[in-house]
C-alpha cells in the first residue's frame, strides 16, 4: 500500500459529543464528518438511566416520534441540538460548563444511533464549582 501525504493540519478530526451550560448537545468535527451527520435532518434522543447512556438516533424524518431537528455548523464543523428539555426531563446536570464524551456509533432497530456514557453524577448538594 502506498504512502497517503497528510496535508490537512490544523484541524481536529477525533469525534466528541460535548453538552454545554445552556443544554445543547453538540457535535465536534471529527462526528460530524465520522457519522456522516450532514445526511440527517434531526435527532431522537434516548436516556438509559442504569448506565447513564445517551443515545441520539439520527433520522430524516420530522414526523419521527421525538424528532427535533440537528442543526449543521457552517463549513461543515459540526452540529448541535437543542436538548435543554431532555437534560432537565432526566436530570442530567448542565449548568456548570462544557463537558466532552468519547462517542460510538450502534445499530438501533435498523438505524444509526451515537451513543455515549455520561460522567458519574456529583453527590447531591455538592457544587464543585463554587465550593
Do not use: C, W
Amino acid at each position: 500500500m502506498p504512502f497517503e501525504r497528510f496535508t490537512r493540519g490544523g484541524r481536529r478530526y477525533r469525534p466528541t459529543v460535548s453538552i454545554n451550560k445552556g443544554g445543547i448537545i453538540g457535535f465536534s468535527r471529527g462526528s460530524y464528518h465520522r457519522f456522516s451527520l450532514g445526511r440527517y435532518t434531526h435527532v431522537v434522543l434516548f436516556y438509559d438511566a442504569e448506565t447513564r447512556r445517551v443515545g441520539v438516533m439520527l433520522a430524516v424524518d420530522s414526523e419521527e416520534p421525538g424528532a427535533i431537528p440537528l442543526r449543521p455548523r457552517p463549513a461543515e464543523s459540526g452540529a448541535d441540538v437543542s436538548a435543554k428539555s431532555f437534560l432537565d426531563f432526566y436530570g442530567i446536570p448542565y449548568q456548570h460548563g462544557t463537558e466532552q464524551y468519547d462517542p460510538e456509533v450502534v445499530d438501533f432497530d435498523g438505524q444509526k444511533m451515537v451513543v455515549f456514557t455520561l460522567a458519574e453524577e456529583p453527590p447531591a448538594g455538592e457544587d464543585f464549582f463554587n465550593d
